[in-house]
Antibody, heavy 118, light 107 residues
């Protein structure tokens, strides 16, 4: 069955970086992309960006440009999202989701809680 | 960016009721719109895509309609398990924006 399994929770200090992983199984990894979505405590869903798992082409949310990098490792079928210069308002649950073109996000990871606190 | 405005932000209804959530886009998205259900502590779950296509495995009491800038998610025969927050998302252009969410309480 199709699964996206994310790495565990992280606690970081302001200014640090975090790298969250998302390991895919059950489908042809390079035929799809991965989007990242975050959700601050008690808030709605925020689209962060997308990466084509085959080509590595990316599209990032404008408010995260310069701080976020999305990558994939096709040999391990894993996607990564790195966020730098962490601030307290980056505290959120980060989700990865499978995507393809105009199609919806049909499979999601379980989420990774990132807490930014001094 | 395309803004999606959902209404209402909160609704409370009884078991068996028919409820409708609307999603208005700031510009046309054709039928590139999806609806998700999210329960506390869980990842969102895809309910509807292409505005009106039911995702496999989703109960038929859920339905979607609309195109362009006006969309609706209807739950016909509300069940206790439908207590959740519902989000619309446009898939027409980047960024793939979400609505702010509608929390549904089942009395």
């Amino acid at each position: 069955q199709i699964q996206l399994v994310q790495s565990g929770a992280e606690v970081k200090k302001p200014g640090a970086s975090v790298k969250v992983s998302c390991k895919a199984s059950g489908y042809t990894f390079i035929s799809f992309g991965i989007s990242w979505v975050r959700q601050a405590p008690g808030q709605g869903l925020e689209w962060m960006g997308w990466i084509n798992a085959y080509s590595g082409k990316t599209n990032y949310a404008q408010n995260l440009q310069g701080r976020v990098t999305m990558t994939t490792d096709t040999s391990t079928r894993t996607a990564y999202m790195e966020l730098r210069g962490l601030r307290s308002d980056d505290t959120a649950v980060y989700y990865c989701a499978r995507v393809q073109g105009y199609h919806p996000f049909d499979y999601w990871g379980q989420g990774t809680l990132v807490i930014v606190s001094s | 960016d395309i803004q999606l405005t959902q209404s209402p932000s909160f609704l409370s209804a009884s078991v068996g009721d028919r409820v409708t959530i609307t999603c208005r886009a700031s510009q046309g998205v054709s039928t590139y719109l999806a609806w998700y259900q999210q329960k506390p502590g869980k990842a969102p779950k895809l309910l509807i895509y292409a505005a009106s296509t039911l995702q496999s495995g989703v109960p038929s009491r859920f339905s979607g309609s609309g195109s362009g800038t006006e969309f609706a998610l209807t739950i016909s025969g509300l069940q206790p398990d439908d207590s959740a927050t519902y989000y619309c998302q446009q898939l027409n252009i980047y960024p793939r924006t979400f609505g702010q969410g509608t929390k549904v309480e089942v009395k």
